[in-house]
């Protein structure tokens, strides 16, 4: 991973497991200077594969970008290029594409699906801040997302005190969850069996088995990039027995809203969330549209003092059958 077209100085952080596979975060954010302009290479793998969706080591047959569901956190600056790469693995079964939101871009060109064994370059400009989705459209696109194939692009502003600075920060991805993932029918019909953040049912539910709280300290600004994945449901984002001091629509600083109680995010759609919680205890993060709440998507935010650090994208790893193997196209 080096910056190309000798425009930058950018520094990408990513963990390669082989061609084209990165896990967790495609990070740049050192040494930026809003007077250079920059080029950051961003290089998916589409795999199919099996992921875990609950504490309790239950698969689901997946179609990921890198193995992971969601997948990796992508962050850039306003302003900068991003120069992206898709490989569609040589032993996939179907075609993927990649939509990213954050782009202004040619749909036919650069968001068509390409068949296993063939990759696709495209570059676009980073234009608005925000945080925003990027998806596989390759068709039946509810089946594609929901099968896993969607994740969040953080575009950064360009001025670093467009916003006030967060102590800590967490990415949330919220979908619908079919337990049959060839039931594209199902899929129409919304007969979803769980909705979940981050790939997993009660993920951030530290009563329920195998699930993992998120944490953050007394008095800290903690600041949720929210994408919902749909692909169908609208997301009612709550923060249980506290109030959001801050919302961005769609994470642009432009669209600044303060003292939310709850708010809604539609598919495919995006928003910042900060939350400043002064006194230890929990506080669930939910979607108030309590279906789905109910049925998965609650993550507990536990307030304490020694509160660890978490990764953006916590406890979200890639197969287990990714992780061991290397990946060639
Ligand atoms: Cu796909």
């Known amino acids: 991973m080096c910056p190309k077209n000798g425009s930058s100085q950018a520094t990408v952080t990513k963990v390669p497991l082989g061609i084209g596979l990165t896990v967790g975060i495609v990070l740049v954010s050192a040494g930026y200077s809003p007077a250079v ?4 290479n961003v290089e998916f ?13 239950t698969k689901y047959k997946a179609w990921t970008y890198n193995g992971q569901f969601p997948g990796p956190v992508v962050r850039v600056t306003e302003g900068d290029t991003v120069h992206f790469t898709l490989h569609n693995l040589k032993t996939n079964t179907y075609p993927h594409s990649m939509d990213f939101h ?11 699906a390409i068949n296993a064994g063939e990759s696709l370059t495209y570059d676009f400009v980073a234009k608005k801040p925000g945080v925003f989705a990027y998806h596989c459209g390759a068709p039946p696109m509810i089946q594609h997302i ?15 005190k467009a916003m006030p600075k967060a102590d800590r920060e967490y990415v949330l991805v919220q979908t619908e969850l079919f337990h049959n993932p060839n039931d594209v029918q199902g899929m129409f ?11 997993g049912i009660f993920k951030y539910h530290p009563m329920v088995t195998g699930g993992k709280a998120l944490e953050a300290k007394p008095g800290e600004r903690v600041r949720f990039y929210f994408v919902n994945g749909g692909p169908n449901n609208f997301s009612a984002l709550h923060p249980i027995a506290e109030i959001w001091d801050d919302v961005w629509a769609s994470g642009n600083p432009a669209n600044h809203l303060r003292g939310v109680q709850t708010y809604v995010v539609p598919p495919a759609g995006g928003a910042i969330l900060d939350v400043v919680v002064e006194a230890e205890g929990a506080y669930p993060i939910v979607t108030h549209s309590l279906t789905d709440a109910l049925r998965g998507a609650i993550a ?3 307030v304490k003092k020694d509160a660890q650090q978490l990764t953006l994208l916590p406890y979200v790893q ?3 059958a990714v992780l061991h193997s290397r990946v060639t196209n």
């Open 146 to 160: 929901a099968r896993g194939m969607i994740g969040v692009i953080i575009v950064d502003p360009k001025n670093p």
């Open 102 to 112: 954050a782009a202004e871009t040619d749909f036919f060109k650069n968001y068509r």
């Open 189 to 199: 019909d919304r007969k979803y069996d769980h909705v979940i953040f981050n790939g």
């Open 37 to 40: 302009a920059r080029t950051v």
């Open 318 to 320: 890639p197969a287990e």
């Open 45 to 57: 793998t589409a795999i199919e594969t099996e992921v875990v969706i609950d504490g309790q080591g």
């Open 300 to 302: 507990i935010l536990v």
